[in-house]
């Protein structure tokens, strides 16, 4: 596609509900990061995945927390038994993996899910 | 860990100039820039490399003092469209940006 698609834009959870969030990156990009963003902070790295091995997931803040991509294309992050302040803006980025490891590699944004659990 | 950014927050008038700093305690190997403008995606501005080699925005420029672990983001003559939230995203080698603080850019006209 032409660009990171996201959805739900927007979810609203009751605590303890389970919720998914799906990614559909950029056709033809091999890495994909998913970010959590508080209202006024910067974004948060979660997770990572080259095609369809996650190769990072240090950022995830729980066990509650699971992030898929079966298939190396669409992502799904899920959170489980969800807590209020789980509440924040996840975002997908998608990029080509022009140079493994040199930092050099742009990533481009969805518009996110702006998750509020009550 | 997460990188320092200065100012926290600057209004201008259309056509000034500023300066936004980023500081890192860890050395970096590159240093992307990004503007988020409210409720929407951050947006790719600019990249600085080890070595010099930049990728980026005609009408912005930045340095990367690897020695200091510091980069800045200058923006001259600003317009109206430059408001946003800026953040820096240091690499440290491996895959993923670690995202700065943030400094929120007002211009008025």
């Known amino acids: 596609g032409a660009g990171v698609s996201q959805s739900p834009r927007y979810k609203v959870a009751k605590r303890g509900q389970d919720v998914a969030l799906r990614c559909d990156p950029i056709?033809?990009?091999?890495?994909l990061f998913w970010y959590q963003q508080a209202l006024g902070q910067g974004p948060e790295f979660l997770t990572y995945?080259?095609?369809?091995?996650?190769?990072?997931k240090s950022g995830l803040p729980s066990d509650r927390f699971f992030a898929e991509r079966p298939e190396g294309s669409v992502s799904t992050l899920k959170i489980q038994r969800t807590q209020q302040e789980d509440s924040a803006v996840y975002l997908c980025?998608?990029?080509?993996?022009?140079?493994f490891g040199t930092g050099a590699n742009v990533l481009t944004f969805g518009a996110g899910s702006r998750l509020t659990v009550l | 860990q997460q990188p320092v950014q200065s100012p926290q927050a600057v209004i201008l008038r259309e056509g000034e100039d500023a300066v936004i700093n980023c500081s890192s305690s860890?050395?970096?190997?590159?240093v992307h820039w990004y503007r988020q403008k409210h409720g929407e995606a951050p947006v790719f501005l600019m990249i600085?490399?080890?070595?010099?080699e930049q990728k980026g925005h005609e009408k912005i420029s930045a340095s990367f003092n690897e020695k200091k672990q510091q980069s800045s983001l200058y923006l001259t003559a600003s317009q109206l469209s430059y408001s946003g939230t800026y953040f820096c995203?240091?690499?440290?080698?491996?895959?993923?940006?670690?995202f700065g603080t943030g400094t929120r850019l007002t211009i008025i006209p």
């Open positions: 980025a998608s990029s080509l993996r022009e140079g």
């Open positions: 056709s033809g990009h091999v890495s």
């Open positions: 995945f080259q095609n369809e091995a996650q190769l990072d």
């Open positions: 860890k050395a970096l190997y590159s």
């Open positions: 600085l490399l080890k070595g010099g």
């Open positions: 995203g240091p690499n440290f080698g491996n895959e993923k940006l670690t």
